[in-house]
């Protein structure tokens, strides 16, 4: 069973760090963990959350405390938790590639373990950490570390550029001059970033309700241009131009 090393370390305003002993030394950026958050029936499902980071045997997650299994979480003391994965599809990984990497709030936790690998595979990568407030943003040295341009926007203009992140990065996108794009946040973001890359190759994270998380329930599943495919199973990570975006307007 795996281990939660230390009690969960709070590194924003309602954001949690949690170091787990996962007995395993294989995952991919991008994929995810499927926690039991309680012994008892609620809640009941597993709460899917994505690999933060991995090293050697541990794997870190953060949690954005929003609810009652998040909050459970985000308390639980040190020892066995109930935890099963890596799970889902990775993002796609090439070395020596220009890329624009956007995170939109808790969106940004899957995108720490990403740039970490591509800049071992010495990418050139900017990137662009979006949230709403000062508060929200979590450890900002450990992103600027792995960056070769590193950008923090917030709403209110508390930290770095005032402005919406969704603007900046469909303009990031836009001006061209990358291989790959890559992108996790708030549906609207995602989609910008997509529309506005034109025919540079945008890989989404996406964050929707999951039931099992296992493949079973077809909770989780979005239309793409493919068909009706399984979130848990097929993604989290998609080709951003096959997702039917209309549509996920209702499920997000
Ligand atoms: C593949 C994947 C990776 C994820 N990675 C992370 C991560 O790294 N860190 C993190 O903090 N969260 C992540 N999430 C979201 C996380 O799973 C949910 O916030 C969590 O399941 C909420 O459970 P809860 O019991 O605390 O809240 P609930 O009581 O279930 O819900 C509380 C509130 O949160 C909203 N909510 C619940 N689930 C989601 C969701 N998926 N998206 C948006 N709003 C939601 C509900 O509408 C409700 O308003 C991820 C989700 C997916 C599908
Ligand atoms: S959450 Fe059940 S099939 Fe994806």
């Known amino acids: 069973m795996p281990t939660l090393i230390e009690k969960p370390k709070q590194v924003a305003y309602g954001h949690f760090l949690l170091r787990i002993e996962s007995g395993t030394e294989h995952s991919a950026p991008g994929q995810f963990i499927n926690i039991r958050t309680s012994r008892q029936n ?23 405390s929003v609810g009652r299994g998040s909050e459970i979480l985000s308390q639980h003391p040190p020892g066995a938790i109930d935890a099963i994965g890596p799970l889902g599809t990775g993002f796609t990984l090439a070395a020596n590639r220009r890329v624009l990497i956007a995170g939109g709030g808790v969106g940004n936790a899957p995108l720490f373990y990403l740039i970490k690998t591509l800049a071992g595979l010495h990418c050139d990568i900017t990137y662009l950490y979006g949230v709403r407030a000062k508060e929200l943003v979590y450890l900002p040295e450990q992103y600027k570390r792995h960056s070769n341009r590193f950008i923090i926007t917030t709403d209110d203009g508390s930290e770095g550029t005032r402005g919406y992140a969704t603007d900046v990065a469909s303009e990031l996108a836009a001006g061209g001059g990358y291989d790959m794009i890559y992108t996790c946040g708030p549906l609207p973001m995602m989609r910008a970033m997509v529309e506005a890359a034109k025919s540079t190759p945008v890989e989404v994270s996406l964050e929707n309700y ?12 979005i239309e793409t241009a493919d068909g009706l495919k399984r979130a848990c199973v097929s993604g ?17």
């Open 210 to 221: 999951f039931g099992c998380g296992i493949g079973i329930c077809s909770g989780c599943s």
């Open 236 to 252: 989290p990570v998609f080709n951003g131009s096959r997702i039917n975006w209309d549509s996920m307007q209702d499920i997000y």
């Open 42 to 64: 609620d809640p009941l499902l597993r709460r899917p959350f994505s690999i933060f980071n991995h090293e050697r045997t541990v794997m870190s997650i953060v949690v954005k």
